[in-house]
C-alpha cells in the first residue's frame, strides 16, 4: 500500500505548490525535499535506495516523481511495501516506510530419503537467495512430490515449514522428506516389431547403451536418458529415423519398446581426387532424418560443387538406390573428369588495371578453375564498380576456352564501364547551419567525390549514432538522391525527435556486491544527453570487474524526457580452489594450491593464499588486491611473501646455495591509455643466503642476512590480441629498480631491464615471434657486486634453450654459474598449428650475462636453435622444447630438453 498524505490525490496539503485549486494562477515552481527519512532498510544502503528512488534532500518532489521513484524502487524485487509521507509547505519532510520482502537463505533437508539433498533442492521450485514467496510454498512442495514420485519414489510425503534467522528479512525453509519404499525394476526387456528385428550385433550394441536395468530404482528421467542413447547409437549405425520408446511399467518390469527404422548404407565408387570421408560429409540423410529424391539431387549437387572447388568442372555423379522392407542402400557411381586449373585472365573495354581487378575475383591465374565463381565474381565486378562511380558499369560475359589435353583454362571478361558518376550537392534538411557543418565531416563525403552507394548507407549510419550519442534515441535520418546526368544530389532529410536525459538508476539482483562497486563503473550521470554507447561500455566495465555472469541493462521511459536505467546483474561464484601437479625439467616434481576469493566485503576485493611446492622450494603467497585506491580506479596490490628455495647448477645438480626470504610488496597500476600503463611498486625483504659455494660468492652479501629494500617504476606497452597465445601485436616492458639506504636497504644498487616482443601471423597457421631482452646493474656507494639474488642469469626454458637452467654467463673457480650485473638475450620463433591444438616451433636463441656492464662483449654471445611441441590449453600452450648449442664448448652437452606451460615469451 502506498499513501501520499500531503498529496491527497494530489491536491490537499501541497496545495497549490503541487496542485493549485480550479482558477488559480500556476504555481511558479515546485516544493522541494525538506529531511528525507526512510525506515525499515535493511538489504541496501540509504544512498543506494534515495539513488533508485530519485529524491533527495533539496529536490523538487511531486505526486509524479513520488509515483516514478516508488516504480523504479520495486524494481529491485526487495521490497514488499513502500509506503511514503509529504508533509506541507516549500520545503515538506518526507518520510519513508518500507517493508522488505524476505529472502531464503537455506533449504534445509531432513528426514529419510532415497535420493541425494542437491536432488531434492534442484526439485523444489524456491530457491536459496531468492525472494521467499509464502503463496507458493504449498505449490512448491506438490512440485517436489511430482519430481520424486518420477524418481520411482511415488509414496513420497513432504512437509514444509519457514524458520526465521537471526537476520532480518533472512529465512530458512526446512523440508522433512520421507521418501517411502521406491520401484524396483526386477526385469526389464528391449522389444521390437517382427518387421523391424535387428541382426544380434546391433541387439547387443544396444544393450551396452542401457543405463537402467534390473535392480535399480525406475526413475522416469533416467529411462527418459536411456531412450535418448538407444536413439543415438542407432543414429551411428545408419539408422534413420529410429524410435526408443515408450516403455511400459507393470509388476516391476520394464519393457521398452524399439523401432530401429532403415539402415542407410552409402557407398562411393570412381572417387580417386577426394576420399569418401570427404565426400560423405556432404551427405545430408542424417540430419534431416529423410531419404528421398530431392534429398538425393541434393546430395550430388553438394559432392559436384565440392568436386568444382578442387577444380573439376566436368565431374558427373549418378545415383542406384534400392531398398527392402529394413535396409536402403545408395551407391554414388563417380566420374571425376579431368583437374583444371586457371592458365589466363584477360580483360576487354577497361579503363583500370588488370592487376587490380584480377585482385576483385576468386579466379586467380595459378589456381583451380571453380567454374560455381563465374556468377559471384561477376557480382563482384559490377560492385567494385558502382563503388567507383560507375552506376552503369555492366559486365558482359566472361569467357572460358578449355584446353582438357594442357589442363588449363583461359578466362576473358568483357566488361563495359560506361561513365563515371560524382557528387554535385550534398545537403541536409531540418537541422540548423551549425549542425550542418558538423554533419558534413562525419558524412566524409563533399560535392566532386565519386558516387558511392555504399558510402552514403555508411555516411548515414555514423549520422544516426551521432544524433544517439547526443539523445536523440529517436532521430531519424533518411536519404534521397537524385541523379541527372552524372551528377548526383545527395539530400539528407533529419528529424531530431525529443532529446532524452539519464534519469536514475536502479541495480538489481547484487545481494553479494555493494552498491557503490557498481555505481563507481557507470560513467554516465544523471541529466547528461542518454547514449547507447555509454551503456554498453559500462556493460562491459562491469563484467570486467570478473564478479558477474551476466548483465543485463533495461531503459525506462520516466517524466519528460529522462530514461531511467534498470540495470540487472547476475552474480557468480567469487571464490575458487585450484590445485595442479606437473613435472618439470629442472625442480622434478611440482604442485600448487591456491584459494582465492574476488569479492571480499561485497567491494571487490581480491584476497589470494598461495601455495607452491617442488623437489628445490617452497614458497607461500599471500595477497590482497583493492581494485580502487584512493578513492579511485587505482589498482592496488599487496602480498606478503615466504620462500624457501635450493639453487642447483642444473649440469651436475650442486647445491650452489639456500635461501631463505621473507618479503612485503606493495605496488599500484594506472592505466595511461588503451596500450599503455605505468606501474609502481616497493618492497622489503629479509633474504639468509647460506651453504653457499666460495666460487660463487662475488661479495659479502652473497652470504648470511641481508635486508633488501627498493622502490621500482615500470611502463608496460601491450598491444597484443592475446595475452596466453598471440598472434599480432607488441609487448614491451621497462623498469628500473633502486635499492637504497633511504629505503632501509642494506645493499645499494640501482637496476634497470627491459623486455620486448613482436608477433606477425604470416599466415593463418603461421606465426613469427620475435624477442629481446636486456638489464644492467650498478653498485651504488660501497655496493660494487649485486647480492647473488639480485644477479641475472640465463639459460633455460625461457631464454637461451640449449643451456640448462641458470647456467650461461660467468663462472666462478669450480665451473659454477656466478650471475652478473648485465644480460642480452633475444629469440626468434616460427609458431606453427599443425591442427587439433598441436603445434610445432623451430626457433633460434642467443644471450650471455657478463660480469659488469662494461664487460660486455657481442662475441661473447652464445646461439641455441632447436625445435618445440606445443599443445594448446585454456591456460595456455603446454611446451616442450630441445635446444641444439651451436657453439659447443669442450665439455658441454650437446643441448637440452625443457618442459614448460606456455610460450618463452
Known amino acids: 500500500m502506498i499513501r501520499f498524505f500531503t498529496i491527497l490525490l494530489g491536491c490537499i496539503l501541497l496545495g497549490a505548490v503541487l496542485c493549485p485549486a480550479e482558477g488559480s494562477a500556476p504555481a511558479e515552481q515546485a516544493a522541494r525535499a525538506g529531511t528525507i527519512r526512510v525506515d525499515g532498510l535493511y538489504s541496501v544502503g540509504r544512498e543506494e535506495f534515495l539513488a533508485m528512488f530519485g529524491i533527495r534532500e533539496g529536490s523538487p518532489v511531486s505526486a509524479a516523481l513520488v509515483r516514478d521513484g516508488v516504480k523504479r524502487a520495486f524494481l529491485k524485487g526487495i ?174 518390469t520394464l519393457d521398452i519398446a524399439v523401432n530401429p527404422g532403415k539402415r542407410l548404407t552409402v557407398e562411393l565408387i570412381g572417387n580417386s581426387a577426394l576420399s569418401a570421408g570427404t565426400l560423405l560429409r556432404e551427405i545430408p540423410f542424417f540430419e534431416s532424418e529423410a531419404f528421398n529424391d530431392g534429398m538425393v539431387d541434393e546430395t550430388i549437387d553438394r559432392m559436384i560443387s565440392l568436386y568444382h572447388s578442387q577444380g573439376y568442372p566436368y565431374t558427373q555423379i549418378a545415383p542406384v538406390v534400392t531398398a527392402d522392407d529394413r535396409s536402403v542402400k545408395a551407391t554414388f557411381f563417380v566420374f571425376e573428369g579431368e583437374r583444371i586449373k586457371v592458365g589466363s585472365i584477360a580483360f576487354r573495354g577497361v579503363s583500370l588495371q588488370p592487376k587490380r581487378l584480377q585482385g576483385i575475383i576468386s579466379l586467380t591465374e595459378g589456381a583451380v578453375y571453380n567454374p560455381d565463381a563465374i556468377d559471384k565474381d561477376k557480382e563482384s565486378l559490377r560492385e567494385f564498380y558502382g563503388a567507383l562511380g560507375y552506376l552503369d558499369a555492366a559486365v558482359k560475359g566472361m569467357e572460358v576456352a578449355v584446353d582438357r589435353e594442357k589442363g588449363t583454362a583461359s578466362i576473358t571478361v568483357s566488361i563495359d564501364e560506361g561513365e563515371k558518376t560524382t557528387i554535385g550537392s550534398v545537403d541536409f534538411l531540418g537541422v540548423s547551419d551549425e549542425t550542418k557543418a558538423a554533419l558534413s565531416g562525419i558524412a566524409g563525403f563533399k560535392a566532386g567525390d565519386t558516387y558511392n552507394d555504399v558510402d552514403i548507407a555508411d555516411a548515414r549510419i555514423r549520422i544516426v549514432e551521432h544524433f544517439g550519442s547526443m539523445g536523440f534515441t529517436s532521430a531519424d535520418v533518411s536519404v534521397a538522391r537524385t541523379l541527372e546526368g552524372h551528377k548526383a544530389a545527395i539530400t539528407f532529410r533529419i528529424t531530431e525527435g525529443q532529446q532524452k536525459v539519464f534519469g536514475d538508476t536502479v541495480v538489481v539482483g547484487n545481494s553479494q556486491t555493494r552498491y557503490e562497486v557498481i555505481r563507481r563503473e557507470l560513467t554516465h550521470r544523471e541529466g547528461q544527453p542518454f547514449n547507447v554507447r555509454t551503456v554498453n561500455e559500462e556493460r562491459q566495465r562491469l563484467y570486467k570487474l570478473g564478479l558477474f555472469t551476466d548483465v543485463e541493462v533495461d531503459s525506462l521511459d520516466a517524466e519528460g524526457n529522462r530514461r531511467d536505467m ?67 580506479s587505482l589498482p592496488l596490490k599487496v602480498f606478503f611473501l615466504h620462500e624457501n628455495r635450493k639453487e642447483l647448477n642444473a649440469a651436475n645438480g650442486e647445491i650452489l646455495y639456500r635461501l631463505n626470504r621473507y618479503a612485503i ?43 633488501i629494500s627498493g622502490i621500482k617504476p615500470a611502463l608496460v606497452y601491450d598491444t597484443r590480441d592475446n595475452a596466453l597465445d598471440p598472434r599480432r601485436g607488441t609487448f614491451a616492458e621497462a623498469s628500473l629498480k633502486i635499492a637504497s639506504l633511504v629505503f632501509l636497504s642494506e645493499a645499494n644498487f640501482a ?99 657478463w660480469v659488469k656492464a662494461g664487460d660486455i662483449n657481442p662475441k661473447d654471445l652464445k646461439f641455441t636453435t632447436g625445435m618445440g611441441l606445443r599443445y594448446n590449453t585454456p591456460v595456455g600452450p603446454l611446451s616442450v622444447d630441445y635446444g641444439v648449442k651451436l657453439r659447443r664448448e669442450t665439455g658441454e652437452s650437446r643441448g637440452e630438453l625443457h618442459f614448460s606451460v606456455g610460450h618463452a615469451f
Not at 587 to 610: A, C, D, H, I, P
Open 79 to 252: 521490497f514488499e511495501d513502500i509506503d511514503v509521507t509529504v508533509g506541507d509547505g516549500e520545503q515538506p519532510e518526507v518520510h519513508i516506510k518500507i517493508r522488505e520482502r524476505d529472502f531464503i537463505t537455506k533449504v534445509r533437508v531432513e528426514g529419510d530419503y532415497g535420493v541425494s539433498k542437491r536432488v531434492i533442492r534442484d526439485l523444489f521450485p524456491l530457491k536459496e537467495e531468492q525472494a521467499m514467496r509464502y503463496d507458493a510454498l504449498s505449490a512448491s512442495v506438490e512440485a517436489l512430490k511430482h519430481g520424486l514420485s518420477r524418481r520411482g519414489f511415488p509414496s513420497t510425503v513432504v512437509a514444509a515449514a519457514v524458520e526465521k534467522t537471526s537476520r532480518p528479512h533472512r529465512v530458512i525453509v526446512a523440508l522433512t522428506v520421507n521418501t517411502g519404499i521406491p520401484l524396483l525394476i526386477n526385469n526389464s526387456a528391449i522389444t521390437f516389431s517382427p518387421s523391424s528385428t535387428p541382426d544380434q550385433t546391433i541387439v547387443q550394441g544396444i544393450w551396452s547403451e542401457m543405463i537402467i536395468a534390473a535392480g535399480d530404482i525406475y526413475d522416469e528421467s533416467r529411462l527418459e536418458q536411456n531412450e535418448r542413447r538407444i536413439k543415438h547409437y542407432l543414429k551411428r549405425q545408419g539408422y534413420f529415423r529410429p524410435v526408443a520408446g515408450p516403455a511400459e511399467f507393470r509388476e516391476g
Open 566 to 632: 534498470a540495470l540487472t546483474v547476475h552474480e557468480g561464484n567469487a571464490g575458487s580452489v585450484e590445485f595442479g601437479l606437473g613435472y618439470g625439467e629442472f625442480e622434478k616434481y611440482r604442485g600448487l594450491m591456491e584459494v582465492s576469493y574476488r569479492n571480499l566485503w561485497g567491494m571487490n576485493r581480491q584476497g589470494t593464499f598461495r601455495v607452491e611446492l617442488s623437489s628445490l622450494e617452497k614458497r607461500f603467497l599471500l595477497q590482497y588486491g583493492e581494485p580502487w585506491f584512493l578513492g579511485r
Open 665 to 707: 610488496n606493495a605496488g599500484v597500476e594506472e592505466k595511461l591509455s588503451e596500450t599503455l600503463k605505468g606501474k609502481f611498486s616497493y618492497e622489503f625483504s629479509i633474504v639468509r643466503t647460506a651453504d653457499v659455494k666460495p666460487s660463487v660468492i662475488l661479495t659479502r652479501e652473497d652470504t648470511g642476512t641481508i635486508a
Open 751 to 849: 637496476k634497470a631491464e627491459f623486455h620486448a616482443a613482436r608477433f606477425h601471423a604470416l599466415s593463418s597457421r603461421i606465426t613469427l615471434a620475435l624477442a629481446l631482452r636486456g638489464g644492467v646493474a650498478y653498485g651504488i656507494g660501497k655496493t660494487e657486486q649485486l647480492p647473488i639474488v639480485e644477479r641475472f642469469f640465463l639459460g633455460g626454458r625461457t631464454s637461451v634453450r640449449g643451456y640448462a637452467q641458470d647456467s650461461l654467463g660467468p663462472r666462478g673457480s669450480d665451473g659454477n654459474p656466478t650471475g652478473g650485473n648485465a644480460f642480452f638475450a633475444g629469440s626468434v620463433e616460427f609458431r606453427t598449428n599443425i591442427g587439433r591444438g598441436v603445434g610445432l616451433v623451430p626457433f633460434f636463441d642467443m644471450g650471455n650475462v
